[in-house]
């Protein structure tokens, strides 16, 4: 066990190791998803596949990661092999979500860990221009499907023939191995400094810390069961999700038993990120300060049916249920905390053609805090990206930026009053195909504490408002607009 002042050095060094990771990743990539709106995450795991430590990245893709390390755990591993995978059913999240793991090998061949990165990527093949189709039924509709195997160049010339703009895509993943290839030499440096045994003892005491603390906070709630309800809007119509969270001393159980069926359309979620959305959720009622690991999932147990929408099994489509559904998740756990919700969807817009793939997910309002006001037109909860900004995206893309604002009055009045969302209208500047896989276009985002709810969203094409889950084609000079929900307000408004 490490000294606390030693502990605090080793935890700082494997956070700048991930930071440093995600700063090769982001500078290397050439699609604007990964370069400009940081859809991408680093972490570190030790030789049993836990995750020590993460970069503050993008809270679905590190949460469900520790799964992808764990598919290639029991794998033969020798210096400089690196495995890829997207299969949800197989370590994945959805299909667009590619992640590299690289084996860490000290120089006498014992293993040390791993680093692995996970990046969105912009087009993986599939039926539509961006592989998120509103409306997929089936994991084939939505793209390349990868099981496990080794990422070296012949697999990355053969995964991304069968993708769109196959020279970003292979581009991205290359940066996705130079990401893994850096953070494998600082965890070699590491172990230089510490020696092997020393090494494995920093990673453990990083973890033991991290679920001391996380006890501890789980501790100062008051024990007891809390119920929360809300739904999903579904293709072929509403979809309950519930949840019963229950502290025991400092242990919190989630379960979400008597939730919806699987679900026909791709709102569907793998198992691991319904569990990805539960330990945002827990990171939120805890401290901050604590190490972002898996220590800090010890003390959480997360409770789910199989064949349910949050424990889908193969082959159900998944791909609004990595983005809206974890949204939801997040939102559910925290509601039933008394918190007032923020926008709950990621607002994903996917555009294209046979020349280019553009994908963006939209800020919006966050729910007000017992002591604050929502911050507005930002990343709310599962989401953690940038937006593409307006130069990059006119000048990579065929499309024009015809208004990009604050949606004022949209966040739900209160004591403290929920941010406000956005308006992001584009103009396309040739045909292409579109796909819109959104939520609160129905059912607004709710208030706590007497709080009013948040303003839901609209999605309109030349004017026209179309549903939360809609596709089709724009033809050169039609306009798409997304007005993005607001946040809920908490306390009764004044």
């Given at each position: 066990?490490?000294d606390?002042?030693?502990?605090q050095?080793a935890?700082?060094?494997l956070?700048?190791?991930?930071?440093?990771?995600?700063?090769?990743?982001?500078?290397?990539?050439?699609s604007?998803?990964i370069?400009?709106?940081?859809?991408?995450?680093?972490?570190l795991f030790?030789?049993?596949?836990?995750m020590?430590?993460q970069?503050?990245h993008?809270?679905v893709?590190?949460?469900a990661m520790p799964?992808s390390v764990a598919a290639v755990?029991?794998r033969d591993?020798?210096g400089g092999v690196?495995?890829?995978l997207?299969d949800p059913?197989q370590g994945?999240t959805?299909l667009?979500?590619?992640?590299a793991?690289?084996?860490?090998l000290?120089?006498?061949?014992?293993?040390?860990g791993f680093s692995?990165?996970?990046?969105?990527?912009a087009?993986?093949?599939?039926?539509?221009?961006?592989s998120?189709?509103f409306?997929?039924?089936t994991?084939?509709e939505?793209?390349?499907?990868?099981?496990?195997?080794v990422?070296?160049d012949?697999a990355i010339?053969e995964?991304?023939?069968?993708?769109?703009q196959?020279?970003e895509r292979r581009a991205?993943?290359?940066a996705q191995?130079a990401?893994?290839?850096?953070?494998?030499r600082r965890v070699?440096e590491l172990?230089?400094?510490?020696?092997?045994d020393g090494?494995r003892?920093a990673f453990a005491?990083?973890l033991?810390y991290a679920?001391?603390r996380?006890?501890?906070c789980?501790?100062a709630l008051?024990?007891?069961?809390?119920?929360?309800?809300d739904?999903?809007e579904?293709v072929?119509g509403?979809l309950?999700l519930?949840v019963a969270?229950?502290?025991?001393?400092?242990m919190?159980?989630?379960?979400?038993?008597g939730s919806?069926?699987?679900d026909?359309g791709n709102?569907?979620?793998?198992?691991a990120?319904?569990r990805?959305?539960?330990?945002?959720?827990?990171?939120?009622?805890?401290d901050?300060?604590i190490?972002?690991?898996?220590?800090?999932?010890r003390p959480v147990?997360?409770?789910?049916?199989?064949?349910?929408l949050?424990?889908?099994a193969?082959?159900a489509a998944v791909?609004?249920?990595?983005?809206?559904?974890?949204?939801?998740?997040?939102?559910?756990v925290?509601?039933?905390?008394g918190?007032?919700c923020?926008?709950g969807?990621?607002?994903n817009v996917?555009l294209?053609n046979?020349d280019?793939?553009y994908?963006?997910?939209?800020?919006g309002?966050?729910g007000a805090?017992?002591?604050?006001?929502g911050p507005?037109?930002?990343?709310v909860?599962m989401s953690?990206?940038?937006n593409?900004?307006v130069?990059?995206?006119?000048l990579?893309f065929?499309?024009?930026v015809v208004e990009y604002?604050?949606?004022?009055?949209?966040g739900g009045?209160?004591?403290?009053?929920g941010?406000?969302?956005?308006?992001?209208?584009l103009?396309a500047l040739?045909?292409m195909?579109?796909?819109?896989i959104t939520?609160?276009?129905?059912?607004a985002p709710?208030g706590?504490?007497?709080?009013?709810?948040?303003?839901?969203?609209?999605n309109?094409?030349d004017?026209?408002e179309?549903?939360s889950?809609?596709?089709?084609?724009?033809?050169?000079?039609?306009r798409?607009?997304?007005?993005?929900p607001?946040g809920g307000?908490?306390?009764a408004?004044?």
């Amino acid at each position: 066990m490490l000294d606390p002042i030693a502990l605090q050095v080793a935890t700082g060094a494997l956070r700048a190791a991930c930071e440093e990771m995600g700063a090769v990743l982001i500078r290397s990539a050439h699609s604007a998803n990964i370069k400009e709106r940081r859809d991408c995450s680093t972490a570190l795991f030790d030789a049993h596949g836990e995750m020590v430590m993460q970069a503050e990245h993008i809270p679905v893709h590190l949460g469900a990661m520790p799964a992808s390390v764990a598919a290639v755990l029991d794998r033969d591993h020798s210096g400089g092999v690196s495995w890829v995978l997207n299969d949800p059913y197989q370590g994945g999240t959805h299909l667009p979500d590619i992640t590299a793991v690289t084996p860490v090998l000290a120089e006498g061949g014992a293993l040390l860990g791993f680093s692995a990165s996970r990046a969105h990527h912009a087009d993986v093949g599939g039926r539509v221009p961006g592989s998120m189709p509103f409306d997929s039924r089936t994991l084939d509709e939505e793209g390349v499907v990868i099981a496990p195997r080794v990422l070296d160049d012949a697999a990355i010339d053969e995964l991304s023939s069968l993708m769109r703009q196959p020279a970003e895509r292979r581009a991205d993943l290359r940066a996705q191995l130079a990401a893994n290839r850096l953070g494998a030499r600082r965890v070699r440096e590491l172990a230089e400094r510490l020696g092997e045994d020393g090494l494995r003892d920093a990673f453990a005491s990083v973890l033991d810390y991290a679920e001391r603390r996380t006890r501890a906070c789980l501790e100062a709630l008051e024990d007891g069961t809390r119920h929360a309800v809300d739904v999903l809007e579904g293709v072929d119509g509403d979809l309950e999700l519930r949840v019963a969270a229950t502290v025991k001393g400092d242990m919190l159980v989630l379960d979400f038993r008597g939730s919806a069926a699987q679900d026909p359309g791709n709102l569907n979620c793998p198992v691991a990120v319904t569990r990805s959305a539960c330990l945002f959720a827990v990171r939120v009622l805890t401290d901050a300060d604590i190490p972002p690991s898996a220590g800090a999932h010890r003390p959480v147990e997360v409770i789910t049916e199989a064949g349910s929408l949050l424990d889908a099994a193969a082959p159900a489509a998944v791909a609004g249920g990595n983005v809206e559904t974890s949204s939801r998740v997040a939102d559910l756990v925290l509601r039933a905390f008394g918190r007032a919700c923020g926008q709950g969807t990621m607002n994903n817009v996917t555009l294209g053609n046979d020349d280019f793939s553009y994908y963006e997910t939209l800020g919006g309002g966050q729910g007000a805090c017992p002591d604050a006001d929502g911050p507005s037109a930002v990343h709310v909860a599962m989401s953690n990206t940038l937006n593409t900004p307006v130069e990059a995206l006119e000048l990579e893309f065929p499309l024009r930026v015809v208004e990009y604002s604050v949606r004022r009055g949209s966040g739900g009045a209160g004591t403290f009053h929920g941010g406000d969302g956005i308006v992001r209208e584009l103009e396309a500047l040739t045909d292409m195909s579109f796909s819109l896989i959104t939520e609160r276009r129905r059912h607004a985002p709710p208030g706590a504490e007497g709080g009013a709810d948040g303003a839901v969203g609209r999605n309109l094409v030349d004017g026209v408002e179309v549903a939360s889950k809609a596709g089709g084609t724009l033809r050169a000079g039609s306009r798409l607009r997304l007005e993005t929900p607001g946040g809920g307000g908490h306390g009764a408004p004044s």
